[in-house]
């Protein structure tokens, strides 16, 4: 079945610091990569997502790029803020026709300190 | 826009209790998913549904039962409680096959058993 692994949190880090949470999936199809943010009280909500290999995606300064040939989906952002605190999942859609379901992976929480 | 709400948010329950958890989407969605959340676990699915009145299993089924009355609530029932269990159970929806294909959450219903 399809799979999705993620950085281990908890990560720590410093405002105006960079950040990468790495993503790496597995399956057998062609699949839609997602990111999704939870902040604390709420559900997931849609950071972005990308459909096609090769191209990125981008939100509120975080970026991703789909790497079909190392079949991962890193997140990137250059300088995070202390708004950014949250959990951060990787998931994937496979493309079989009728396919319905999101895989997600672990989550990575971040605390940004001010 | 629309809105899933779920309830109860908090539910304390008994080893050896059937509890329900309920699940209303105004979004006019077709498809509905439970999901369990864990700490260090990621997102796992427990049930979804394409349509009024059907059911798939997810990876995580066992122990528990759905319902889709109707296309705007979809229910799910720990079968029996198990003491100790700590989780926090998230309802979505989605509709799929158009450009912003993606799902949408609740807030959560926080289990605790003791």
């Known amino acids: 079945g399809d799979s999705v692994t993620q950085t281990e949190g908890p990560v720590t880090l410093s405002e105006g610091t960079s950040l990468t949470v790495n993503c790496s999936y597995e399956?057998?199809?062609?699949?839609?990569l997602f990111w999704y943010v939870q902040y604390p009280g709420e559900g997931p909500q849609l950071l972005f997502k990308?459909?096609?290999?090769?191209e990125k995606g981008s939100n509120r300064g975080f970026e991703a790029t789909y790497n079909k040939e190392a079949t991962s989906f890193h997140l990137q952002k250059a300088s995070v803020q202390e708004s950014d605190s949250a959990v951060y999942y990787c998931?994937?859609?496979?493309?079989?026709?009728?396919?319905?379901?999101?895989?997600f992976g672990q989550g990575t929480v971040l605390s940004v300190i001010p | 826009g629309g809105i899933i709400t779920q309830t109860p948010k908090f539910l304390i329950g008994q080893e050896g209790q059937k509890l329900t958890l309920k699940c209303q989407q105004n979004f006019n969605h077709d498809t509905m998913y439970w999901y369990r959340q864990d700490s260090g676990k990621g997102l796992r699915l427990i049930y979804y549904?394409?349509?009024?009145?059907?059911?798939q299993k997810g990876d995580l089924s066992e122990g528990y039962d759905a319902s889709r009355e109707k296309k705007s609530s979809f229910s799910l029932t720990v079968t029996s409680a198990q003491k100790n269990e700590m989780a926090v159970f998230l309802c979505a929806s989605s509709i799929w096959g158009i450009s912003n294909e993606r799902l949408f959450f609740g807030h959560g219903t926080k289990l605790s058993v003791l």
């Open positions: 998931a994937l859609r496979g493309a079989t026709g009728g396919n319905n379901k999101l895989t």
């Open positions: 549904s394409i349509t009024e009145n059907d059911l």
């Open positions: 399956t057998k199809q062609y699949p839609t």
């Open positions: 990308v459909p096609k290999a090769n």
